[in-house]
């Protein structure tokens, strides 16, 4: 069975280790090198550009928007419930958000981490992340 890769980050990686041996089982872990300088201005262009038609999302975009800090931006994202959501509202979101609030909603997740189906959820944030970062960074 090929393993699964995890993009993670240096702090990242220290929270995957930390998990019992039975979760990190199945996981390939490569570290995220590239990184990005985002800035409240871009992801507010991002922001202004996507196209949500999901009434809870198209609220949290305008409280994103409005947030002094991307560690508030942040808050505003954590518990909230995403099920139900379109995958094209999903991929716009996360595009206008960025790698840098991602990467804040990751580690979190990496600590929190139970089981493979959590991992799950971490593996596709953390490959959207991968992606953004290639695209918006050069080698």
Do not use: C
């Not at 090929?2 to 041996?21: G, K, M, S, V």
């Not at 139900?84 to 996360?94: I, K, Q």
């Amino acid at each position: 069975m090929t393993q699964a890769i995890l993009w993670l980050t240096a702090t990242e990686q220290a929270a995957f280790r930390a998990l019992p041996p039975a979760v990190q089982d199945g996981w390939q872990v490569q570290p995220e090198t590239r990184t990005y300088e985002d800035t409240p201005e871009k992801r507010n262009i991002r922001l202004s550009m996507v196209r949500l038609h999901d009434p809870k999302l198209l609220a949290l975009r305008d409280k994103v928007q409005e947030a002094a800090s991307g560690d508030a931006a942040a808050a505003l994202l954590d518990g909230m419930d995403l099920e139900g959501v379109a995958d094209d509202d999903l991929a716009e979101l996360f595009f206008a958000l960025g790698p840098t609030l991602l990467t804040r909603l990751i580690e979190p997740m990496v600590l929190e981490a139970k089981s493979d189906d959590d991992l799950e959820g971490v593996a596709a944030l953390v490959t959207i992340r991968h992606s953004m970062l290639s695209a918006f960074t050069q080698p």
